[in-house]
């Protein structure tokens, strides 16, 4: 299965950005934290981020998974988090500044519902396994971005990777 262009995007900037570092210092114990993600909107997508890779990590990976009560409401919870990525990066975009989580937050806003369209098209354990893991990875990478201190500023165009409206 291919991944999309923009997760292999966001994990090269993660390693831009320090995420060895980031690693390291986790391990550590002594967790550096960007100063945007001590903001009240950006703290809240990292928490809602979290809690959703906790509950995607959880679920049985098989497809009766969809049939399940609470799926919607996770398929829901994904969507307002990809909203809210977008949200931030549009306020990121107003401010002018944060060029690189700026262009990553339109990446992951996009990502967020291919994923949960892979869930949902999952037909075996193995596909929904997956699946399941992708999104997790990808909500780890949600939290990753926002909290780690930047340590380069690559440049990213985000007019270029998305569009005029980026």
Known sequence: MKRPLITACVVSLLLAWG??????EAAAGSLAK???????????L?????RLKVETEGF??????LAHPDFQTYAQAIKALSAG????HMTLKARGTDRDL??????LSRDL????????????????????????????????????PATADS?????VEFGPDA
């Open 155 to 159: 440049g990213l165009d985000c007019t």
């Open 102 to 107: 700026k262009c990553i937050l339109t990446g």
């Open 46 to 50: 990292v928490t809602e981020a979290g």
């Open 34 to 44: 960007s100063a945007i993600s001590q903001e009240p909107f950006f703290a809240g």
């Open 60 to 65: 049985t990976p098989t497809p009766s998974l």
């Open 113 to 148: 519902p291919i994923k949960l369209t892979a869930i949902e098209a999952a037909k075996s354990d193995a596909d929904m396994k997956t699946a399941l893991t992708n999104m997790a990875n990808l909500l780890s990478d949600n939290i990753d971005v926002i909290v780690t």
């Open 85 to 88: 990525d977008l949200q931030g």
């Open 19 to 24: 995420a060895p570092v980031f690693a390291a």
